[in-house]
């Protein structure tokens, strides 16, 4: 391969391109980004940027002398992809082909109808945590936290760490589509004894104000006065830009088991779908740690088709964490659709414990809070498929 290039400045693009010098691609290199920075963290945008405690250039990443002579094209979206000539469109209607593509343009959060409106934001890109920044920082401000998955547990922590008054509204338990109806649940009592007022079974059904939002109106009918709303309601992957391109979209690129999208095409990332074969899911993960090993796996898969060593399936034990009111909550492995939770060490009012989650008479994941020697672990013991049986004796 003679030029490669990489659409997506993100995390995982960064790393498929520092992966790609160090295998030894000496070629052409051109990075993708839609937006004016060069890479930078995302899990400080709903902590430490969010709060004020960091300067925005604080997120930057490291970037690798290998990258001197790679161009960068920030600011500047690609807006389609032929695969089959491995063309891509961009900027004012310029197109170019390459011998390889790396896909890693992330994914975008949800919105919901009526909150383009001063004071309700997202956190995902640097400039929506600047804007919320900015807006937490009023006086007296009180938040409604819309959803109660990670980012929007994040963001709730931060808004206390303020001293601001907050509301979390979610239709379940906190993250109980991933962690469980019983883990969300301690989840949530977690959040009230530091003060959110958390209500579940309800959902955000219409947000009001005059020049920017004054309050939130709820499925109950009640209605929570609101100076600033924070959506965590999920993401979708931005795939709009490969409609026509040729590849299979259903919710993300699918790929094989080695992340080939098509001959010459990867994807890592959150846009990525792939068959990990350790858990027989077809999942997309999005998670830091899975963007820098994917994109890591993806660049060596990419060389392959030029000559260079197949590195055969991608089947991580995917690894997960989350800060929040000064304690590390992680997550190690695939807890979907499992049989049974069980908290092995510790106790949820103990704000610290180990929980191990069943599928079949295997332990498939395993989550803690404030223990993370303990949890380490069952993170090496799930790199052997552990039985459900030598996973409690290990307790």
């Not at 938040?143 to 008054?165: I, M, T």
Request: include cysteine.
């Amino acid at each position: 391969m003679k030029s490669i290039a990489i659409v997506g400045a993100s995390l995982a693009g960064l790393n498929a391109a520092e992966t790609l010098r160090r295998e030894g691609f000496a070629g052409r290199l051109v990075i993708f980004g839609d937006e004016p920075y060069f890479p930078y963290d995302r899990p400080p945008l709903s902590k430490e940027i969010a709060r004020g405690d960091w300067p925005p250039e604080k997120t930057a990443l490291p970037i690798d002398a290998l990258l001197d002579d790679a161009e960068w094209k920030l600011g500047c979206a690609v807006t389609g992809l032929d695969a089959a000539s491995r063309t891509l469109t961009y900027g004012e209607g310029q197109s170019e082909s390459f011998d390889g593509i790396v896909i890693a343009t992330g994914a975008s959060p949800r919105r919901l109808p009526g909150t383009d409106i001063k004071g309700v934001h997202v956190v995902r890109t640097l400039d929506d945590a600047i804007a919320l920044r900015d807006d937490l920082a009023r006086p007296g401000c009180r938040v409604v936290v819309v959803g109660a998955g990670f980012v929007g547990q994040e963001a709730a922590a931060s808004a206390r760490k303020l001293e601001l008054s907050v509301t979390m509204i979610e239709a379940v338990a906190p993250a109980a589509h991933v962690l469980g109806a019983e883990i969300g649940v301690i989840i949530g009592d977690m959040h009230r004894r530091h003060g959110v007022d958390v209500r579940l079974g309800v959902a955000a059904a219409a947000f009001e104000g005059v020049e920017r939002l004054e309050h939130v109106h709820l499925s109950d009918g009640s209605v929570v006065a609101a100076d600033v709303a924070i959506l965590g309601i999920g993401v979708t992957p931005n795939t709009g830009w490969l409609e026509g391109s040729g590849l299979t979209i259903d919710n993300g690129v699918v790929c094989d088991e080695t992340c080939l999208a098509a001959p010459g095409i990867v994807a890592a990332g959150d846009i990525a779908r792939w068959p990990n074969r350790r858990y027989g899911e077809l999942r997309r993960v999005e998670h830091w740690d899975n963007a820098v090993r994917q994109a890591e796996h993806a660049a060596k898969r990419l060389l392959a088709d030029g000559g260079g060593l197949n590195p055969g399936p991608y089947m991580p034990v995917p690894w997960f964490w989350s800060d929040q009111y000064g304690l590390k909550m992680q997550l190690v492995g695939s807890p979907v659709a499992h049989d049974e939770v069980r908290i092995v060490f510790g106790s949820g009012e103990e704000e610290r414990f180990v929980a191990l989650y069943r599928r079949g008479d295997r332990l498939v994941a395993a989550l803690g809070l404030a223990a993370t020697g303990k949890l380490l672990k069952f993170r090496r013991m799930l790199e052997n498929d552990p039985s459900w049986e030598e996973a409690l004796a290990a307790v």
